[in-house]
């Protein structure tokens, strides 16, 4: 697999991802009586304690069948097998996924009883190490699938934890949820992005061992409590609070929490006293929370309070013993230069992060709405609110505008932070570049990175030109000033989405010059815009840039796996932006591939749906070229059931035969007119109601008009027919075809000198003729007649050097094998069935076992009175299926 592609993937990943994907075989789920939740304890024994056994009901086992999924962990299997398990961990998982290949992919459904479910192994052995158990995790959270119910499954007793990463959590965890990780000695922790659950709910969660051996905590964008709108509550704490004269800073969140006391979540965080690293980044986090964990949490290194509504950070020069690494993205504080003051006392830091967006801060919108909150809450109670105001005065500065001066200051000071390693100054306008720049880089040799997104400072030479002797190759620039720095800004900034699309602009234009596949490239757009899904500027960037990064032959040399993570993001861009042309566009240049459609595993059936809206809302050349090339593709690999639900769609019948009909008038065979055809064709194959559809659209008249206008373009003639064929399947269609003038037109074309032309007309033939005399209602045309002629002409016809049609099934065949059936009927149906399992033997050999074909024919070589040309191709058939290891040792029949 290395030589074939740029990015392998591991046995461990492949065995994580088949546990993510089939997560329904692979587990089972159990009930437990409902336990009062009004107590705290009992909630946390429902999720963690031993359950009884009399409190436990299992699923049970009986008759399962082995599906696709055994097939997928059969392979599994065969790759662990043949490789031998490198780890414990590796191991672990190869056996769930064993597991699972022995269970239906539909578990039985559980005994309607008032329970709380909690998922389980299957196997009661299995048990994942730690490794493997927080990848699940991970790609669970990746893949939306992270809710209370899947978290159960980490309880404990078949799980290990120690690193926890729930990023941009799914919408569906709770506090109940969370409570499942108590059992795990958890060390590092990011919850990120949490809408229903809370910072408290997330430090509660954990067990006494992780409080006090906690190392990490990350709960960006993680509300610190319950309830919209935030900031209605008070909490006083200083002799001004208690004379009713109160500062906005006061207003902190702190429900249920008294005057005296300090707001709950602050204590909560202030429990895990060895926390070395915390990110409040994005939260309601203030001063006085900034107070509390610089005074409570002794050892703390990091510490992330960007997009926070700190204003005055000199409580952190408590910490300046032991503060290494200082976020400060996007935060207004309310005294520049004291605070960089502040700054330039923290000896021990080695990354200080200054940047800014240039934009509005997050929460400035939001603090006029607290503002308005809190002089109501301060009017019904009497308060005067003073000391500053919540529109963005405090102290004569604006709180809510950009801080002009605080990196310029730092800069401007050559001795300051001698230790730095890195330093990020990205966004701000007052860093221009030049021999300042330079000269305090000089002065620091420690220097690894240095931030300059949306600066001009990105594009001096000293930092794009290694043939400089200025330049330094060990300094790390993130910029937009080359490849490098768009490459380390997507790496760096993955949760700003201004910065990663301006990194994702300037990278697409680089993009058109890749000769080699880019896998590190394609990974970090997805990142980016997998983070950013609701940022349409995100979106439309990096959907044009995936197009250039696996067009054409660059597609071959990408792993199937990370072209699936491709068309994933793709699918939900489409989603979310059903209405804009552009971005459906380039959605549409990427998912038209062969390498994509062919070879790559994922929701075709959402993929067809989306490409078909987009063709009802577009009417673009180029966009319907691609949009029934894709249809037509993806809808020969979904299921009967799921073409029955596209074509049940009226407009999208509409659409594909306004297409037809547009090409139809102007004499145009192009691609689109062939693909348009071959999307119909394949969207009725064993669909009636799609064919019951076509025909209340007017889809017959209109290829009627089609083939006269098309005599001879065997291309078209072929697939018309062949949809034509779909619906004379059908029996209770069939009286739809039972016209003068397309008979007319069906008996020139059964005699096409183009033998698929020809067959698909006999194939017409031969379904209307086995409806009998009594459903034969065409008075100009004899059945009899029609079927003699049809006889000759299969038994004219020269097998094709390849394969002329496929099929899902043999279930349209096997009724015209009927012992009763007319020999030129069943002469039509048995020519068929052997020349596509002599083509394509290994599909088409089972594929007829499995439905019973070879026992029909084996009645119908019993039959004396069988036709000879028919016995033979009976015989030649079974023969291909002994070939195939399908004998049934019976004795061959000699003919009359």
């Not at 290494?324 to 005294?335: C, G, I, K, Q, T």
């Not at 919108?365 to 005067?384: I, L, P, T």
């Not at 950009?402 to 001698?418: C, Q, S, T, V, Y």
């Not at 038209?592 to 577009?618: H, N, P, T, W, Y």
């Given at each position: 697999m290395?030589?074939?592609?740029?990015?392998?993937?591991?046995?461990?990943?492949?065995?994580?991802?088949?546990?993510?994907?089939?997560?329904?075989?692979?587990?089972?789920?159990?009930?437990?009586?409902?336990?009062?939740?009004?107590?705290?304890?009992?909630?946390?024994e429902d999720a963690d304690g031993p359950a009884k056994e009399e409190n436990i009901i299992k699923n049970g086992l009986q008759d399962r069948e082995v599906g696709e999924n055994a097939e997928a962990g059969t392979a599994i299997a065969r790759i662990g097998l043949g490789m031998g398990f490198p780890s414990e961990a590796a191991y672990g998982t190869f056996r769930v996924a064993r597991k699972a290949a022995a269970l239906s992919s539909v578990p039985s459904q559980p005994p309607r009883l008032p329970s709380k479910p909690r998922l389980v192994f299957r196997?009661?052995?299995?048990?994942?190490?730690?490794?493997?158990?927080?990848?699940?995790?991970?790609?669970?959270?990746?893949?939306?699938?992270?809710?209370?119910?899947?978290?159960?499954?980490?309880?404990?007793?078949?799980?290990?934890?120690?690193?926890?990463?729930?990023?941009?959590?799914?919408?569906?965890?709770t506090?109940?949820?969370?409570?499942?990780?108590?059992?795990?000695?958890?060390?590092?922790?990011?919850?990120?992005?949490?809408?229903?659950?809370?910072?408290?709910?997330?430090?509660?969660?954990?067990?006494?061992?992780?409080v006090r051996n906690l190392r990490s905590l990350g709960v960006s964008r993680t509300p610190f409590a319950d309830g919209p709108p935030p900031f209605l509550e008070l909490s006083p704490r200083s002799a001004a609070a208690r004379d009713r004269s109160i500062t906005a800073e006061q207003f902190i969140i702190s429900p249920g929490t008294s005057p005296a006391s300090r707001c709950c979540v602050v204590v909560s965080l202030?429990?895990?006293?060895?926390?070395?690293?915390?990110?409040?980044?994005?939260?309601?986090?203030?001063?006085?929370?900034?107070?509390?964990?610089?005074?409570?949490?002794?050892?703390?290194?990091?510490?992330?309070?960007?997009?926070?509504l700190v204003s005055d950070i000199s409580p952190l020069r408590r910490r300046k013993?032991?503060?290494?690494?200082?976020?400060?993205?996007?935060?207004?504080?309310?005294?520049?230069?004291?605070?960089?003051?502040?700054?330039?006392?923290?000896?021990?830091?080695?990354?200080?992060?200054?940047?800014?967006?240039?934009?509005?801060?997050?929460?400035?919108?939001?603090?006029?709405?607290?503002?308005?909150?809190?002089?109501?809450?301060?009017?019904?109670?009497?308060?005067?609110?003073?000391?500053?105001?919540?529109?963005?005065?405090?102290?004569?500065?604006?709180?809510?505008?950009?801080?002009?001066?605080?990196?310029?200051?730092?800069?401007?000071?050559?001795?300051?932070?001698?230790?730095?390693?890195?330093?990020?100054?990205?966004?701000?306008?007052?860093?221009?570049?030049?021999?300042?720049?330079?000269?305090?880089?000089?002065?620091?040799?420690?220097?690894?990175?240095?931030?300059l997104i949306l600066t001009q400072a990105c594009y001096d030479e000293t930092f794009t030109d290694p043939s400089l002797p200025s330049f330094r190759p060990n300094l790390a620039v993130s910029g937009t000033g080359?490849?490098?720095?768009?490459?380390?800004?997507?790496?760096?900034?993955?949760?700003?989405?201004?910065?990663?699309?301006?990194?994702?602009?300037?990278?697409?234009?680089?993009?058109?010059?890749?000769?080699?596949?880019?896998?590190?490239?394609?990974?970090?757009?997805?990142?980016?815009?997998?983070?950013?899904?609701?940022?349409?500027?995100?979106?439309?960037?990096?959907?044009?840039?995936?197009?250039?990064?696996?067009?054409?032959?660059?597609?071959?040399?990408?792993?199937?796996?990370?072209?699936?993570?491709?068309?994933?993001?793709?699918?939900?861009?489409?989603e979310t932006y059903p209405n804009h042309f552009q971005l459906q566009k380039n959605t549409l240049l990427t998912l038209c591939s062969d390498r994509i459609l062919q070879d790559v595993g994922f929701d075709k059936f959402r993929c067809a749906r989306l490409v078909m809206e987009c063709l009802c809302a577009f009417d673009d050349a180029a966009m319907n070229r691609m949009s029934v090339a894709i249809c037509s593709i993806l809808a020969a690999k979904i299921s009967t059931r799921e073409t029955s639900l596209l074509g049940a769609e009226a407009k999208y019948m509409r659409k594909l035969l306004s297409i037809v009909k547009n090409r139809m008038e102007t004499k145009s065979v192009d691609i689109t007119m062939k693909f348009t055809l071959s999307a119909l064709w394949n969207l009725t194959d064993e669909s009636p109601s799609t064919c019951q559809v076509f025909l209340s659209e007017g889809g017959m008249t209109l290829f009627l008009e089609v083939l006269e206008a098309f005599r001879g373009e065997s291309a078209v003639e072929t697939k018309v027919l062949g949809l034509v064929n779909n619906i004379a399947e059908v029996a209770h269609l069939r009286g739809n075809l039972m016209a003068h003038q397309f008979m007319s037109i069906l008996r020139k074309l059964l005699h096409s000198k183009h033998i698929d032309v020809s067959y698909f007309a006999a194939g017409i033939i031969a379904h209307l003729a086995s409806g009998g005399e009594e459903q034969w209602?065409?008075?100009?045309?004899?059945?009899?007649?029609?079927?003699?002629?049809?006889?000759?002409?299969?038994?004219?016809?020269?097998?094709?050097?390849?394969?002329?049609?496929?099929?899902?099934?043999?279930?349209?065949?096997?009724?015209?094998?009927?012992?009763?059936?007319?020999?030129?009927?069943?002469?039509?149906?048995?020519?068929?069935?052997?020349?596509?399992?002599?083509?394509?033997?290994?599909?088409?050999?089972?594929?007829?076992?499995?439905?019973?074909?070879?026992?029909?024919?084996?009645?119908?070589?019993?039959?004396?009175?069988?036709?000879?040309?028919?016995?033979?191709?009976?015989?030649?058939?079974?023969?291909?299926?002994?070939?195939?290891?399908?004998?049934?040792?019976?004795?061959?029949?000699?003919?009359?």
């Amino acid at each position: 697999m290395t030589d074939m592609y740029d990015s392998p993937v591991s046995l461990q990943e492949a065995c994580v991802d088949f546990i993510c994907d089939n997560l329904e075989a692979v587990c089972e789920t159990t009930y437990q009586y409902h336990q009062s939740e009004s107590a705290p304890g009992q909630l946390e024994e429902d999720a963690d304690g031993p359950a009884k056994e009399e409190n436990i009901i299992k699923n049970g086992l009986q008759d399962r069948e082995v599906g696709e999924n055994a097939e997928a962990g059969t392979a599994i299997a065969r790759i662990g097998l043949g490789m031998g398990f490198p780890s414990e961990a590796a191991y672990g998982t190869f056996r769930v996924a064993r597991k699972a290949a022995a269970l239906s992919s539909v578990p039985s459904q559980p005994p309607r009883l008032p329970s709380k479910p909690r998922l389980v192994f299957r196997d009661p052995d299995a048990f994942l190490p730690c490794e493997i158990s927080e990848r699940l995790l991970s790609g669970l959270c990746e893949r939306g699938r992270l809710t209370d119910e899947t978290l159960s499954l980490f309880s404990g007793r078949q799980t290990r934890l120690r690193t926890v990463r729930m990023r941009n959590a799914p919408a569906g965890i709770t506090a109940r949820g969370l409570r499942f990780l108590s059992h795990h000695k958890i060390v590092h922790l990011e919850a990120t992005g949490l809408r229903s659950a809370t910072v408290s709910d997330v430090v509660s969660a954990l067990g006494e061992w992780s409080v006090r051996n906690l190392r990490s905590l990350g709960v960006s964008r993680t509300p610190f409590a319950d309830g919209p709108p935030p900031f209605l509550e008070l909490s006083p704490r200083s002799a001004a609070a208690r004379d009713r004269s109160i500062t906005a800073e006061q207003f902190i969140i702190s429900p249920g929490t008294s005057p005296a006391s300090r707001c709950c979540v602050v204590v909560s965080l202030s429990r895990l006293r060895h926390l070395r690293h915390l990110d409040v980044s994005g939260t309601e986090f203030n001063r006085h929370g900034l107070e509390v964990v610089c005074e409570d949490l002794p050892f703390l290194e990091s510490l992330d309070i960007s997009s926070t509504l700190v204003s005055d950070i000199s409580p952190l020069r408590r910490r300046k013993a032991t503060l290494r690494s200082l976020a400060m993205y996007n935060l207004r504080v309310s005294n520049p230069g004291g605070a960089a003051n502040v700054i330039t006392e923290l000896h021990q830091l080695r990354h200080l992060d200054l940047s800014d967006e240039q934009d509005n801060h997050p929460f400035e919108v939001f603090a006029a709405a607290a503002a308005a909150a809190a002089a109501a809450a301060a009017a019904a109670n009497g308060w005067e609110v003073g000391g500053g105001n919540w529109a963005g005065e405090e102290n004569g500065m604006s709180v809510g505008g950009p801080i002009k001066r605080l990196a310029g200051e730092i800069l401007a000071n050559l001795g300051a932070l001698p230790q730095l390693e890195s330093l990020d100054v990205s966004g701000r306008e007052e860093v221009v570049g030049g021999p300042g720049l330079w000269a305090w880089v000089e002065a620091h040799p420690h220097l690894r990175f240095l931030g300059l997104i949306l600066t001009q400072a990105c594009y001096d030479e000293t930092f794009t030109d290694p043939s400089l002797p200025s330049f330094r190759p060990n300094l790390a620039v993130s910029g937009t000033g080359n490849e490098a720095q768009i490459l380390e800004g997507l790496r760096r900034y993955s949760s700003r989405p201004l910065y990663v699309q301006k990194c994702l602009y300037n990278l697409f234009r680089l993009t058109p010059t890749f000769n080699d596949p880019r896998v590190d490239v394609i990974q970090l757009v997805l990142l980016g815009m997998s983070e950013h899904r609701d940022q349409f500027g995100v979106q439309m960037a990096a959907t044009a840039c995936l197009y250039n990064l696996t067009k054409g032959e660059l597609a071959q040399k990408i792993h199937p796996r990370i072209l699936r993570q491709v068309v994933h993001l793709t699918l939900a861009a489409m989603e979310t932006y059903p209405n804009h042309f552009q971005l459906q566009k380039n959605t549409l240049l990427t998912l038209c591939s062969d390498r994509i459609l062919q070879d790559v595993g994922f929701d075709k059936f959402r993929c067809a749906r989306l490409v078909m809206e987009c063709l009802c809302a577009f009417d673009d050349a180029a966009m319907n070229r691609m949009s029934v090339a894709i249809c037509s593709i993806l809808a020969a690999k979904i299921s009967t059931r799921e073409t029955s639900l596209l074509g049940a769609e009226a407009k999208y019948m509409r659409k594909l035969l306004s297409i037809v009909k547009n090409r139809m008038e102007t004499k145009s065979v192009d691609i689109t007119m062939k693909f348009t055809l071959s999307a119909l064709w394949n969207l009725t194959d064993e669909s009636p109601s799609t064919c019951q559809v076509f025909l209340s659209e007017g889809g017959m008249t209109l290829f009627l008009e089609v083939l006269e206008a098309f005599r001879g373009e065997s291309a078209v003639e072929t697939k018309v027919l062949g949809l034509v064929n779909n619906i004379a399947e059908v029996a209770h269609l069939r009286g739809n075809l039972m016209a003068h003038q397309f008979m007319s037109i069906l008996r020139k074309l059964l005699h096409s000198k183009h033998i698929d032309v020809s067959y698909f007309a006999a194939g017409i033939i031969a379904h209307l003729a086995s409806g009998g005399e009594e459903q034969w209602t065409l008075v100009s045309f004899q059945r009899d007649a029609l079927l003699n002629e049809l006889g000759t002409v299969v038994l004219e016809w020269e097998t094709p050097e390849g394969e002329m049609v496929a099929y899902r099934s043999f279930h349209p065949f096997l009724p015209l094998l009927s012992p009763n059936e007319a020999s030129q009927v069943q002469l039509w149906a048995v020519w068929a069935i052997q020349h596509v399992c002599t083509k394509n033997a290994k599909r088409y050999c089972p594929m007829l076992v499995e439905e019973g074909g070879d026992k029909i024919l084996c009645s119908l070589l019993d039959d004396e009175g069988l036709d000879p040309s028919v016995r033979s191709i009976c015989q030649s058939i079974l023969q291909v299926l002994a070939a195939e290891g399908f004998c049934r040792n019976r004795p061959q029949s000699s003919t009359p």
